[in-house]
């Protein structure tokens, strides 16, 4: 089975602070993993993906950057946060059973 | 991929089926339609995905037309935990490809 642990759930961040979400996954040895956001009231923005360690695709240029430095981490940062940058923010890993994706629980980010 | 088209809301009585549909007049032959669920502040959810016949599992069916330009998902009994937004996505299943979601189906299944 696949397992995916997000840190922190719930997280109030003051604009121009930094932030680092953490994500790591249990089960098949190098998955892809993937950081997408969610705004209020909005679909689901994909933000970054992985396939392998040190290798990150950014899809929405912005303040935010992610890193991979072990196969099963996956880490979303930014060194100073913009209002905008509020919302729930999910880590999915794949390809799983039938080539699906499977997220984790998901990081709600309310900037102040 | 593909771009799919669906309802933004659709209501459906509790007990009764939801049938969900999907636009993909664009899809290209090595394109399955997948559909994930996204239930209020969780992650999304797999659902069902085929490429041309239709498909059924525990949770849903399946039914892609002969021309593959639209599909719909049935869901035979809807009851209130099925309540979520509904997406609708055309992918080559090639495994490194990352999803990109649509705006999707808000279903609320009413009692």
């Known amino acids: 089975s696949q397992t995916i642990h997000q840190w922190p759930a719930t997280l109030v961040q003051p604009v121009g602070s930094p932030l680092s979400l953490e994500c790591t996954v249990e089960?098949?040895?190098?998955?892809?993993l993937y950081w997408y956001r969610q705004a209020a009231g909005r679909g689901l923005q994909l933000l970054f993906y992985?396939?392998?360690?040190?290798?990150i695709s950014s899809e929405v240029p912005q303040n935010l950057s992610a890193s991979r430095p072990q196969d099963r981490q996956f880490i979303l940062s930014s060194k100073k946060l913009l209002l905008s940058d509020s919302g729930f923010y999910l880590c999915?890993?794949?390809?799983?059973?039938?080539?699906?994706?499977?997220f984790g629980e998901g990081s709600w980010l309310t900037v102040v | 991929d593909a771009k799919t088209t669906q309802p933004t809301s659709m209501d459906c009585a509790e007990g009764r089926a939801a049938n969900l549909p999907c636009n993909h007049s664009?899809?290209?032959?090595?394109?399955?339609v997948y559909w994930y669920r996204q239930i209020h502040s969780q992650g999304p959810q797999y659902i069902i995905h085929?490429?041309?016949n239709n498909e059924t599992n525990e949770m849903a069916s399946l039914i892609i037309t002969e021309d593959r330009k639209s599909s719909t998902l049935i869901l035979p009994h809807a009851t209130l935990r099925d309540t979520a937004v509904y997406y609708c996505i055309a992918e080559r299943n090639s495994g490194n490809t990352p999803l990109v979601f649509g705006k999707g189906t808000r279903l609320s299944v009413i009692a």
């Open positions: 089960g098949t040895s190098n998955p892809n």
């Open positions: 664009t899809i290209s032959g090595n394109e399955y």
């Open positions: 999915a890993q794949g390809p799983g059973v039938r080539n699906t994706i499977y």
């Open positions: 085929g490429l041309k």
């Open positions: 992985s396939v392998g360690i040190g290798q």
